[in-house]
């Protein structure tokens, strides 16, 4: 049935011509809720061609029939003039007998079993809509939900495929006669637009106090008096709320703080365009860029002066880089426009490190204890989304934490394409879950921590929204080989259900990560350098060179064995790493070092009994080659930090000191090797630095020095495991590997070696890409058995 007849339009495609062809195209990829059969219907008008257009759960179907030369136009123009949210993977073109008939018409929906459709993520409001936005003479201006086929809430409010307004949470607005004429328009930008709305016949927003009360009056122009007198106001944003409070008060931002229970933890900073960002950090082509791209991220940025001009310390405390992201929603360019262009915080709107808010009902009773008032609204979020953070390294983007803008846009794998569905669960830290089915690797929103039972109840509802939009039932599900993680056991759950196990060690999976990104296969050298990891010999592994391919991986090189006394604790308390590698390094001598101090320095007695640990080893004192743990060693030691208050806070600061030093004023300290696995002997180079750092040398020399010494040490490392094993090819992965002096350094004395480096981009290099590592080799395990016939 023809929801738009075009027959009758006068404007309507030419009464069919003699000698015409007809030809369907079949087009996969992000094409629903991107303004695509619109684009579709503009162009078969333009080149006068008859025929339909139909999305199906399964892609986009047009059949147009006219003379070849307008339809060789046509189908150029399919793919070259695409709207700007699509991504199309493919084409497929069956050339059909002509049928004669007239006009171009939208045929409704239709579902097909098994089949789905990527989905377009969230989209950051449009210059178009913005222009409206703020235009006083249009119908919508300042109209908090304005959006159009170019932008505006997707992937958080839809329910099913296809994407329809039924099947999202817009189905409880019904049109006006305005906004339903838009829609049935297919010249307008707003054709076929499903969350589209105005103020006669849409979600509105309102204030609520802190106890509850409705608050009358405009609710942005409320919302934002709140925010300027530094109150701290809960937002609901696209994937859920957010706690706003304005940047530049020292003192909103500590109660926030205070009441969010986050002491250090940098906070993101809105701003209302490029330019106000500029005031706040450097900003450079990229960066711009990325900002006012329609993922809308995060972007963590240098700051522009040691004070970070007008924002307020306890913003980001101690570190040089600041997260700034502009408006993405109407409702945040309005809050922006009326706080008179104030930076303001948006920050998760949870408790520590639980997951979002997403209802209001959830967020009063959640964050009533936080927000001194609530910016609502009635349009409901379906799927929960927090913000995106990415990085800029040497000009290339780095996805940091992947969720709102990014997701489910999926990683393409060639060669995977007929492997059965993998359902791979992720690490414990910082989880993800990815669906691997058809080539396609669909990596879940960051869901965080799964030690919060409200965790795993994300982790849960995420997965299961997964599996039913990508129509998947995974035929083998895959886990790190940790036995204790949270993931681990959700898989256990599904191999007790007859899915095959497919068990991927941690860093394997890192290096498989950047493997699947790039389409590599083996062997690759891997440097996987991160805080921990279940190790195949049952030590903690985290410093470590793989020779890998995608299905397994052979352990070539690793950083010098340390204890960590007292376990997982030495995340937390770097001191005792720092005690740990002075043991070994002959250091030592049992009381704590004189030049030693500051905040967070242990006494003599604490000193005495870690050092106890050490030389007991065993159970309290664990081995572990860990590359984070040796960061926070010599941060500890250099008087940067003996305490990380958030997660490596301790190795950003260290990072950040050695920035402030001029690369060419940095010394490389060799750092041994030798053995077989290759050994590398960082407690020699932890050693020298200490000494150098005894005699009086500047932490900051020492923390460049650190850096560069072993950069320079893994290049030499990879050169050498390369060259014995004749591969060329190596791959940087791990939550290390986020520090951006490092693997630049890195990067380039490698590429001087000859050696070509591949990193993350799609994914965050940090536990966020295990799962996409761990689906691609347990894929690659199944085409290797059934190419093998076994
Ligand atoms: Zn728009
Ligand atoms: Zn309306």
Redesign the pocket.
């Known amino acids: 049935m023809a929801v738009t007849a075009a027959s009758a339009d006068p404007d309507s495609p030419c009464a069919p011509t003699i000698g015409a062809e007809r030809r369907l195209f079949t087009v996969h990829g992000v094409v629903q809720g991107v303004g695509f059969r619109p684009f579709v219907w503009t162009l078969a008008h333009r080149y006068a061609l008859a025929g339909s257009v139909r999305n199906t759960s399964g892609a986009v179907v047009v059949e147009v029939e006219g003379p070849a030369q307008a339809l060789d136009s046509f189908a150029a123009d399919l793919v070259g003039r695409a709207p700007p949210l699509s991504r199309i993977d493919d084409v497929r073109t069956v050339k059909l007998p002509s049928r004669g008939e007239p006009g171009f018409v939208i045929l409704e929906s239709r579902g097909i079993e098994g089949a789905y459709q990527p989905i377009a993520p969230d989209a950051g409001t449009c210059a178009d809509c913005v222009g409206e936005l703020f235009d006083p003479a249009d119908r919508r201006h300042r109209y908090p939900f304005i959006n159009c086929t170019n932008c505006g809430p997707r992937f958080t409010i839809i329910e099913d495929v296809p994407y329809d307004r039924a099947l999202t949470t817009m189905r409880h607005f019904t049109?006006?006669a305005?906004?339903s004429s838009e829609y049935a328009d297919p010249s307008n930008r707003r054709f076929h637009a499903q969350p589209n709305?105005?103020a006669?016949?849409?979600p509105r927003a309102w204030v609520c106090d802190a106890a509850g009360g409705p608050v009358p009056g405009d609710a942005v122009a409320a919302a934002g008096a709140r925010l300027l007198s530094g109150a701290i106001v809960a937002v609901k944003g696209l994937g859920g709320f957010q706690l706003a409070v304005r940047a530049d008060d020292e003192a909103a931002v500590r109660r926030l703080r205070d009441r969010k229970r986050r002491p250090a933890k940098p906070f993101a900073v809105m701003a209302s365009g490029v330019d106000a960002a500029r005031a706040l950090a450097h900003v450079g082509e990229p960066e711009a860029r990325v900002l006012a791209s329609s993922a809308r991220p995060i972007v963590l940025l240098r700051a522009a002066h040691p004070g970070r001009g007008t924002l307020a310390e306890a913003v980001a405390p101690g570190l040089d880089e600041v997260g700034v992201m502009l408006p993405s929603t109407p409702l945040h360019h309005l809050l922006l426009d009326v706080v008179g262009g104030v930076p303001l915080v948006m920050t998760s709107g949870n408790v520590s490190d639980e997951p979002i808010a997403r209802d209001n009902a959830e967020a009063r009773e959640r964050l009533g204890g936080i927000a001194d008032a609530f910016l609502l609204h009635d349009r409901d979020i379906y799927a929960r989304y927090d913000d995106s953070v990415v990085r800029i390294v040497d000009g290339r983007e780095h996805v940091v934490r992947r969720a709102r803008g990014y997701c489910p846009l999926p990683v393409s794998i060639a060669g995977a394409e007929g492997a059965a569905a993998v359902l791979a669960l992720g690490a414990h830290l910082k989880n993800t879950f990815c669906i691997l089915r058809d080539g396609k690797a669909f990596v879940g929103p960051h869901i965080g921590d799964l030690d919060h039972p409200e965790s795993l109840r994300h982790q849960d509802e995420a997965l299961t929204t997964y599996l039913r939009l990508f129509r998947t039932a995974p035929a083998a599900v895959a886990a790190d080989t940790h036995p204790d993680y949270a993931s681990t056991r959700i898989a256990e759950s599904w191999w007790a259900k007859g899915s095959r196990q497919e068990r991927v060690q941690h860093h394997h999976a890192h290096i498989a990560s950047v493997m699947a990104e790039h389409d590599l296969r083996g062997p690759v050298l891997g440097v996987a350098f991160d805080g921990t990891g279940f190790g195949e010999d049952g030590t903690i592994w985290g410093g470590e060179f793989l020779l890998c391919d995608e299905t397994d991986f052979q352990r070539v090189g690793h950083l010098a064995p340390v204890v960590q006394p007292g376990g997982d604790r030495c995340a937390r308390e770097g001191w005792r790493m720092a005690l740990a590698y002075l043991r070994v390094a002959g250091l030592d001598d049992g009381e704590v070092p004189g030049w030693l101090g500051g905040e967070g320095c242990p006494d003599q007695r604490r000193w005495r009994l870690v050092g106890r640990l050490v030389a007991a080893g065993g159970i309290g004192a664990p081995v572990s080659t860990s590359a984070g743990r040796l960061f926070d060693a010599v941060a500890s030691l250099l008087g940067v930090a003996h305490v990380s208050t958030f997660e490596a806070s301790a190795a950003m600061r260290l990072e950040a000191l050695a920035r402030t030093v001029p690369r060419d004023r940095a010394a490389t300290i060799p750092v041994p090797r030798g053995g077989s696995p290759l050994v590398l002997d960082t407690p020699a180079l932890v050693a020298r630095l200490t000494e150098e750092r005894g005699a009086g040398a500047e932490p900051a020399a020492l923390a460049a020095t650190f850096h560069e010494s072993l950069a320079a040490a893994v290049a030499d490392a990879c050169a050498e495991l390369a060259g014995a094993a004749g591969v060329t090819r190596v791959a940087l992965s791990g939550g290390v590997f986020q520090n951006a002096l490092l693997l630049a350094r890195t990067s380039a004395l490698l590429s001087e070696r000859s050696l070509r480096v591949f990193v993350n981009h799609a994914v965050p290099a940090n536990d966020g890409g295990v799962s996409l590592g761990q689906a691609f080799v347990a894929a690659s395990r199944s085409a290797t058995r059934w190419r093998g016939g076994s």
């Open positions: 049109m006006c305005l906004c709305a105005c006669d016949c849409g």
